[in-house]
């Protein structure tokens, strides 16, 4: 009869766990965040002046002006680059076309640590779409956040992160037409 009643007791606690309401709280699953597109009020899609004036009001960045824009090799971007304090070695903030598409932050490895920052995301965002030993990243349609190694997270735009990783494509493509042409005419 104690058999029977323990089997029955397993049963009736079984049961009761995959009972949505209070009881089985812990067999329902939370909807999950959608991956955030702006870090401390900065966001994709804002153009270069929005981004200098919320870096020069941030205490957790040391920007120093237009001294920290550059430009890079293609025409259409540019960085901002802006230091850090406390958690935050540096900030880079990288444009196309005059709108924020991605932002970089590089951490402090001496006051934070690569598994403490994977655990938070994990927790809020819920396991990384994609992961190797380099970087574990996250994505919603919109939007790609990736932890990298060393220690880095990157919010990227992933329409132009895409038009980007096309146009790169068609550059290599023209580069060895270009090369074999070259050659064609020895």
Do not use: H
């Not at 999950?32 to 804002?46: D, K, T, W």
């Not at 590089?106 to 994609?130: A, H, K, M, N, Q």
């Amino acid at each position: 009869m104690t058999i029977c009643r323990t089997a029955l007791l397993r049963l009736l606690f079984a049961g009761l766990a995959a009972v949505p309401g209070p009881v089985g709280l812990a067999a329902q699953t939370e909807e999950p965040v959608g991956i955030p597109r702006e870090y401390r009020g900065i966001a994709l899609g804002m153009e270069p002046q929005d981004v200098k004036d919320r870096l020069g009001a941030d205490p957790w960045f040391d920007y120093r002006g237009d001294e920290d824009v550059s430009l890079l090799e293609r025409p259409r971007a540019s960085v901002i680059d802006a230091g850090g304090s406390v958690f935050m070695a540096r900030g880079l903030f990288q444009f196309e076309d005059e709108v924020l598409s991605a932002i970089m932050l590089e951490l402090d490895e001496s006051t934070i640590d690569w598994y403490t920052v994977y655990t938070t995301l994990e927790e809020r965002y819920g396991p990384p779409v994609d992961m190797n030993p380099a970087r574990a990243w996250w994505e919603d349609g919109t939007t790609r956040l990736a932890l990298e190694r060393p220690l880095t997270v990157k919010y990227l735009d992933l329409a132009v992160f895409d038009a980007a990783a096309v146009e790169r494509q068609d550059r290599v493509a023209w580069r060895e037409r270009a090369r074999q042409e070259f050659l064609d005419e020895f």
